[in-house]
């Protein structure tokens, strides 16, 4: 069987050279003259029919794609600029709150250091105000002792005058003199 199936693709294959009559001479049938004026009005046919296609069909869709895409790119890019100026503005916004803030906490800073310095001032006088009471105070007492002092000074001094003349003269002095000359002594 496999030898049927060879001698019948030989015998095809003499079939088809003796059908050709066995010439091959001539040009080559696109390289013919003859043939030039159906080949140049087929040429001109398929130019024509390729520019209408291409111009009706495929530029149109193509131009259409583009310009959507150019559309889209705008869009986008009006989409990105309308955000970045809505983020710009927020960042602003943010930036005068903040600003805000600060302004606000160093206003409380300052009337809470006033506050502070007035309560601290007002504690400062009423401690001198007690102060100066006791000091009033206290020098009324030194005055008094003081006079008391002077007053027992007197005594004092007369005393030892009268102990220092006895001691050397030997005598006891008279009272009365001896005040006096303490008296004397004491003025000056």
Known sequence: MAE???EAKGQNA???????????GGAFP????SNFPSQLVSLAIAFV?????????ALPRVGGTIDARQNKIEGDLAEAQKLKDESDAALKAY??????????????GNETREKLNA???????????KLAVKLADAEKQIATTRTNAMSNVRGIAAD?????????????????????AVDASLKG
């Open 160 to 180: 030892a005058a009268g102990a220092i003349v006895q001691q050397l003269a030997g005598v006891t002095p008279d009272a009365n003199a001896v005040n006096s």
């Open 4 to 6: 049927s199936h060879g």
């Open 119 to 129: 309560a601290s001032e007002a504690e400062r006088k009423s401690l001198e105000d």
């Open 49 to 57: 029919a390729l520019y209408l296609i291409v111009s009706r069909f």
């Open 30 to 33: 696109p390289f013919d003259s």
């Open 95 to 108: 930036e005068s709150e903040l600003a805000n803030a600060r302004a606000r906490a160093q206003a409380i």
């Open 14 to 24: 003499g079939a088809h050279t003796e059908a050709d009559g066995g010439h091959h």
